[in-house]
């Protein structure tokens, strides 16, 4: 009674704490939220004030351009105006001497004198420029030409308003699709909009479920310029357990509000090469592995120096028998030097064998190896976590494994239990992974074609981890994929396939 007292006080907890968390992280939307809203704001009046400026800009400088025709209006008829009245004082004034040089002439008593004075008045007179005068203005007083009506320009700058925002678009996570590491978005606008342009995308990892997490997240990343309402995310590497996205329609002026963000699962087993347990003649990475036939002595001997000096502090290595194979030509996997582990001597001997450190208990799950092209030999497979110090990867019941090998004589074989069944397939590039846990299946493929290269059947008892082997070369592992649709296909068909391991009990090597 006390324990299930117990279990239904810890329901409780778990529930109370997991509603805290969504609780907090609520909190954290909202603060996050006020202080958009606050920067947007604010950046928004700045950009009104920007706007109206440039209008107000926009009519000084019409405003002034204007009254410049005015200006150069009213100077130029003045002009006219005062050059034709200059014109017409001059022709007044002679025409007012020759009046009164004609009215004295009236009074010449002598016909003779006054035959002269006639005929100086008619040669004057005709050549008077008070008869050559136009008297007709040139220019009139009119300025309404110059006039202006606002009155539509004042109607239309009473119409402004704020742009018109696209709504926010609708994903529903059923029709959405994740599949083969791809991941393909589909949305909706909630109701017609023939001005949307494009949409936005953007989408980020994350290891939480629900809404999307405001601290300790990723940075979204945006995918711009989608003329559909889906898009495919093809070639991901799925490292979390879930993936947000969010979308935003746009028209040729503004983007709108964001869409309901959306959470979906993204699960693949990842895993890493374990640096702290594999063999001395084995330099690692996190997802690759060299053979190295100097046996870290080198890399050794500088940290020991480190640790003399007192800069470092690092256990020395314990010696290692190494074997005599010459040293093929080797490309090397990384810039970053390799760690020096402290104890060296989970495998030892010619087991040249580094696992992963992750182990599955369950699940179906995938991950590709590549091999360097010079690379002699290399094994690929999986085993429990009691595999001895000095065995190799299918030379014991507790590995499975393919190995190749390149050295003398050309082998493709599946091993198990120190026995060999010859593969009559070429070795591809890569080579795909398939470990189902609960199924009790371990299938190889080519990861090109997925073509099945064998397939062992068993019931495993206990965890399992990655294996793998290489002498005279390197392998690269890819992690963080999705178990293909086309292996899942095989997979239902593969039941009653020869290639089990009943097929290898009485092969011995």
Avoid at 31 to 53: A, H, P, R, Y
Avoid at 171 to 179: E, Q, R, S, T
Avoid at 202 to 219: A, I, M, Q, S, W
Avoid at 238 to 258: H, I, Q, T
Wanted: aromatic share 8%; proline share 4%; glycine share 6%.
């Amino acid at each position: 009674m006390d324990s299930q007292k117990m279990e239904a006080l810890q329901r409780i907890i778990s529930t109370l704490a997991n509603k805290n968390d969504e609780i907090q992280n609520f909190i954290d939307t909202l603060n996050q939220t006020l202080k958009g809203v606050q920067e947007n704001s604010s950046n928004i009046l700045s950009e009104l004030d920007e706007e109206f400026d440039s209008l107000y800009s926009i009519l000084d400088d019409v405003k002034e351009s204007m009254i410049n025709s005015i200006k150069q209006e009213q100077a130029r008829k003045s002009q006219e105006l005062q050059s034709q009245l200059s014109q017409c004082n001059n022709a007044l004034e002679n025409s007012e001497e020759l009046l009164e040089f004609a009215t004295r002439s009236l009074d010449i008593k002598e016909p003779e004198e006054f035959s002269k004075a006639a005929r100086q008045i008619k040669d004057r007179v005709t050549m008077a420029s008070a008869f050559r005068l136009s008297l007709k203005p040139k220019v009139s007083d009119n300025m309404t030409h110059l006039m202006v009506d606002f009155s539509q320009e004042r109607q239309m700058l009473q119409t402004l308003k704020f742009l018109p925002v696209p709504k926010a678009p609708e994903i529903d996570p059923v029709d959405c699709l994740v599949a083969d590491n791809s991941v393909t978005v589909a949305w909706r606008m909630p109701e017609e909009d023939n001005k949307i342009d494009h949409f936005i995308l953007e989408h980020r990892k994350t290891n939480f479920d629900g809404l999307p997490r405001v601290k300790d997240e990723r940075c979204w990343e945006v995918i711009d310029n989608i003329k559909g309402t889906e898009y495919t995310l093809s070639g991901l590497k799925f490292d979390s357990k879930y993936m947000n996205f969010r979308v935003r329609a746009c028209n040729k002026a503004v983007a709108g509000e964001y869409s309901d963000p959306v959470t979906l699962e993204t699960k693949a087993l990842n895993f890493s090469l374990d640096n702290s347990s594999s063999h001395l003649n084995l330099r690692v990475e996190d997802s690759c592995v060299e053979w190295d036939p100097t046996g870290g002595k080198g890399q050794e001997n500088k940290m020991k120096g480190k640790e003399n000096k007192g800069s470092v502090h690092v256990t020395s290595l314990k010696k290692h028998t190494r074997s005599g194979t010459p040293s093929p030509k080797r490309t090397s996997i990384g810039s970053r030097p390799p760690a020096v582990r402290g104890s060296r001597d989970r495998f030892t001997g010619e087991s040249y064998t580094v696992l992963g450190d992750t182990a599955i208990e369950s699940g179906q799950h995938y991950w590709e190896v590549k091999a360097q092209k010079d690379c002699k030999s290399y094994s690929v497979g999986v085993a429990y976590k009691t595999l001895g110090k000095f065995d190799q990867l299918g030379k014991t019941n507790t590995s499975w494994c393919i190995h190749v090998n390149n050295w003398l004589q050309n082998t493709f074989a599946a091993k198990h239990n120190n026995k060999v069944k010859a593969l009559d397939a070429t070795v591809p590039e890569r080579i795909g992974v398939f470990c189902d846990f609960d199924g009790g299946q371990l299938s190889f493929y080519d990861a090109s074609s997925k073509q099945l290269l064998y397939s062992f059947k068993m019931k495993f008892t206990q965890p399992v981890l990655p294996g793998f082997m290489v002498w005279c070369g390197g392998l690269s592992l890819n992690t963080g994929m999705q178990v293909p649709s086309a292996v899942r296909t095989l997979q239902k068909s593969e039941n009653g396939m020869t290639g089990s391991t009943s097929s290898l009990n009485n092969v011995t090597q």
